[in-house]
């Protein structure tokens, strides 16, 4: 049974760094995408990365390209979210999944397992 678990939210400055991590298990992971989504209060799940697991090919959404960066170990089965330039409007409760399949990595819907979701709070 494939499982994830997210670890490394926290509070942070605007301006601040945090580094987010998903543990995965149950499976290698070969063919999956790997993606990153969140959900602030009071609005719904929304993606904000991913990376295929086989080839590392990353996609992100708008708002946080050039501040924040997927990376993936593949020995031990982890994936990074590493996010720069922090800012309030970033806040949410951020959740790592897997699906299988490289394609409509940004489709929350087509997304198979999830993680449980860490909190990240950005204010001063």
């Known amino acids: 049974q494939v499982q994830l678990v997210e670890s490394g939210g926290g509070l942070v400055q605007p301006g601040g760094s945090l580094r987010l991590s998903c543990a995965g298990s149950?499976?290698?992971?070969?063919?999956?995408?790997m993606g990153w989504f969140r959900q602030a209060p009071g609005k719904e799940r929304e993606f904000v990365g991913a990376?295929?697991?086989?080839?590392?090919?990353?996609y992100y959404v708008d708002s946080v390209k050039g501040r924040f960066t997927i990376s993936r170990d593949n020995f031990k089965r982890t994936m990074n979210l590493q996010m720069h330039s922090l800012k309030p409007e970033d806040t949410a409760v951020y959740y790592c999944?897997?699906?299988?399949?490289?394609?409509?990595?940004?489709?929350?819907?087509?997304?198979?397992?999830w993680g449980q979701g860490t909190q990240v709070t950005v204010s001063s």
């Open positions: 990376i295929t697991w086989s080839y590392g090919i990353t």
């Open positions: 149950g499976s290698t992971f070969s063919g999956y995408t």
């Open positions: 999944a897997a699906k299988r399949g490289t394609t409509e990595w940004g489709i929350l819907s087509r997304y198979e397992v």
